[in-house]
Nanobody, 124 residues
Framework: VQLQASGGGLVQAGGSLRLSCAAS????????MAWFRQAPGKEREFVSC???????YYADSVKGRFTVSRDNTKNIVYLQMNSLKPEDTSVYYC???????????????????WGQGTQVTVSS
C-alpha cells in the first residue's frame, strides 16, 4: 500500500489550499481515509476522515472551514482547506485503514497505512 500526499504550500491567512492523497495497492473504496497533522513539538492530531460509506468527520478546530471528499474512481482523497489560519500550519498526513471502528477514527495509532506528509504553512 502506498499513499502519496501532495498540494501543500505557503499561503496567507484567509487563503485556501487543496490537499490530495493518491492511494495504490488497496481496495480504496473499502477504506476509511483520514487526514492528520503535526506541528513542530506537538503531537499528531486528527483533522478529518471520510469513511467507506461517505460519512465525514472533522476536528472541531477545522469544522466549517475544511471539507474532505473522495473519488473512488481515481483512488484519491482530498482535503479542501478554506479560511486558513496561522495555527493550521503543520505537516499534513493522509492515513488509511480498512477495519477501523467509528470510535477510533481520531486515534492515529489505529491506522495501518500512512503517507509521507505535505507541509502547509499559513502566514499572518
Amino acid at each position: 500500500v502506498q499513499l502519496q500526499a501532495s498540494g501543500g504550500g505557503l499561503v496567507q491567512a484567509g487563503g485556501s489550499l487543496r490537499l490530495s492523497c493518491a492511494a495504490s495497492g488497496l481496495t480504496f473504496s473499502r477504506y476509511t481515509m483520514a487526514w492528520f497533522r503535526q506541528a513542530p513539538g506537538k503531537e499528531r492530531e486528527f483533522v478529518s476522515c471520510i469513511r467507506y460509506n461517505g460519512a465525514t468527520y472533522y476536528a472541531d478546530s477545522v469544522k466549517g472551514r475544511f471539507t474532505v471528499s473522495r473519488d473512488n474512481t481515481k483512488n484519491i482523497v482530498y482535503l479542501q482547506m478554506n479560511s486558513l489560519k496561522p495555527e493550521d500550519t503543520s505537516v499534513y498526513y493522509c492515513a488509511a485503514d480498512r477495519e477501523i471502528i467509528l470510535s477510533s477514527i481520531r486515534a492515529s495509532d489505529q491506522y495501518d497505512y500512512w503517507g509521507q506528509g505535505t507541509q502547509v504553512t499559513v502566514s499572518s
